[in-house]
């Protein structure tokens, strides 16, 4: 089991970036997957995710949402993070997760960098 977080960089305030995240080894319809966070100096915090068994019911931190969009391609086994308008508060490692039935999987994450 294997996830591949990619997509990250640098951007201005009021850019976009769109993360991937690549699955390997299984096939993540029935899992909850998405992202975490980790900013310097700050918790951990989960920023998105979702759940494509159950009709892709989706969930965002509230400051990410109507700015952050989540899908996911079976086809692909990827899942993906448009954002948008970002702002310097949204840098931080951004990390793939997955987790069904206790079992939590975690990627390397990708560095996203907002200057102001």
């Known amino acids: 089991v294997q996830l591949q977080a990619s997509g990250g960089g640098f951007v201005q305030a009021g850019g976009s970036l769109r993360l991937s995240c690549a699955a390997s080894g299984f096939s993540f319809d029935r899992f909850t997957i998405g992202w975490f966070r980790q900013a310097p100096g700050k918790e951990r915090e989960g920023v998105s995710f979702i759940r494509p068994s159950d009709d892709d019911e989706t969930y965002y931190l509230d400051s990410v949402a109507g700015r952050f969009t989540i899908s996911s391609d079976s086809t692909t086994n990827a899942v993906y993070l448009q954002m948008n308008s970002l702002k310097p508060e949204d840098t931080g490692i951004y990390l793939c997760?997955?987790?069904?039935?206790?079992?939590?999987?975690w990627g390397k994450g990708t560095q996203v960098t907002v200057s102001s």
């Open positions: 997760y997955a987790y069904l039935y206790g079992v939590e999987y």
